[in-house]
Structure formats: C-alpha cells, structure tokens
C-alpha cells in the first residue's frame, strides 16, 4: 500500500535529496509538488524542483509559490546552497515548466481531489500552507499527517534558538503548529545527527547516474564539517519509510513570532502548560547509521 503524498519545498541540496527518494520510492505516490522562497527565491526552487522531476524523467506537476513571507522580511540560504541554489551539476535547459496554477490553488485541488487523505510533508518554509489553511479550511479534513522538516528543541542553525524553515517564516510555522492536524516535528534534532559520512559520500558516486548527480550537489553543499553533511529534508522521507529508526516523544508545540526569539519552536517536555495536552510527534533521536545504509540502497535502486 503506497502513502499519498505532497511536497512543499524549497530545493535547495538537501531538498533535491529528499525529492529523489520521494520520486523513486514505490512506497510513495507523489502527487503535487509546491514550491516556496526559501533556500532561494522561488523563482530559483520552482526550476530547481523541474530539473529533479525532469532528471527522472517523471510525470509530477510543479505549482510555484509564495515569494515572500507571511510578514517577516525575507532571508534566504544560497550562502549554503549557492546563488542557484543547486549547484555541482549540469542538469541542462530543457526542464519544462510549472503548471498554471499557484502553488495554493494547486494545493487545494489535489487535496479536495484525493480518495483518501494526504500526507503533506513540507521541507521548506510554511508559507503555503498557512495561506492554504486561511483560505481553504476544509481541506483539512482530507488531511492525513503533516510531516514538517523544521524546528528544534536544542540549538538553533539561524539563531541560538531558530531552525531556518520556522525563523524564515514564523508566523507561517504557528499557523501550522495551530492547526488541529497531526504534525511530525523532523527538525534539528535528529537531522544533526543523521549526517551523512564521508564512506557514504564517496560510495556515492559510482552507484549509478543518480549517485554521481547527488554527489555533485552534496559536495557543493557548505551545511557540514569533517563528521558529515546534513540531509535535513530526506529524513521526512526516511520516517515515512522507516519510523522504526527514529525516536519520538509526543508534546505541544509553541511558536515564537517576535522578537529575538523569533522562529523558536518551544516544547512543553515536562506537559505543565497545555493540561496535559500534545499537538506534535516530535523526533528527538536516529539510528544515523541505519539512515546512511538506506540513503546508499535507495539510489542504488534507481536507474
């Protein structure tokens, strides 16, 4: 049985991962993807997604979106991703082009659409989906789960207390943590721990054309040190496959928009503030060498 799904995203490196397995994995049915300012401007992840979806030559509809958001300025990552926000290979001219549709309109339809509820995993920031929610509330009974990268309880990546994907836009990552849906925190947590090593990046090139195009993005990619790189976004996809690897701890999620805490995703861990009450599966630990393992098999299986 395969698990519907639509991807929000801001491609970006890791993004492009995440999007790879999401294509390829028979377990999954991609319906939609979305895209959103975020690593670049959308301009750059609308054509960043069309280049993955094209590389695997796929037939997924691309819907861009919000170029700014909610409230907060605008900052992106492209000092980690680069100015095109996928650099390290030449994926060519002929992409193809996003549906005529915004990213929300789109959103709505496949949601109203589908025969069973949607399991929305967004890896960039929540822009989208917060003017989604404003406009169209019932699509929230066809929802499923959302599968959110973004937020920590430790350290932040942006500032000692915010992730970027919920600093980006906090007000957009409070409407989501509102909303009454099931959410998945996948945020610093665990994708600090999941890093992908050195042995796994060099075993990576020579698997197949897939491996080689991953290699070239990942060694572009300045979110790392010695021990590792970082692949926030895949470990959304490595949970839906395998929650098995992934520890979680069931509690509320706050968001801060103000401030210098702006961004911060705040857990009740001792369950004092909200009668006992959760809104969030958060993901607190990973089997980091279980995650190398699956990443490695999962382009080996693609062709």
Known sequence: MTTKIIMDTDPGIDDAAALTMALNNPELDLKLITTVAGNVTVDKTT??????????????????????????????????????GMPGYDFGEDYGHAIDMSAVEALHKEIMAADEPITLVPTGSYTNIAILFSQYP?????????VAMGGTLGKGNMTSAAEFNCFTDPHAAKVLYDSGLPIVMVGLDITLKALLTADTLDKLEGLNRTGKML?????????????????????????LL?????????????VQTEGPAMGETVGDIRGAYHDGKTN?????????DAFNKWFLEEVSKIK
Not at 138 to 146: G, M, Q, R, T
Not at 242 to 254: L, N
């Open 242 to 254: 395998h929650p098995e690897f992934i520890t979680t701890e069931d509690m509320w999620v706050d």
């Open 138 to 146: 019932e699509v929230k009974d066809n929802i499923k789960e959302i």
């Open 280 to 288: 969030t599966k958060v993901c607190v630990d990973i089997d980091a």
């Open 215 to 239: 290699h070239g993005l990942i060694t572009h990619y300045s979110d790392g040190d010695e021990n590792g790189h970082p692949m926030h976004d895949v470990n959304t996809i490595f949970y």
């Open 47 to 84: 054509i960043n997604a069309l280049k993955i979806v094209h590389f695997f030559n796929k037939d997924v509809p691309v819907a861009a979106g919000a170029k700014l958001p909610l409230l907060k300025p605008f900052e992106d990552a492209a000092r980690i991703h680069g100015e095109s």
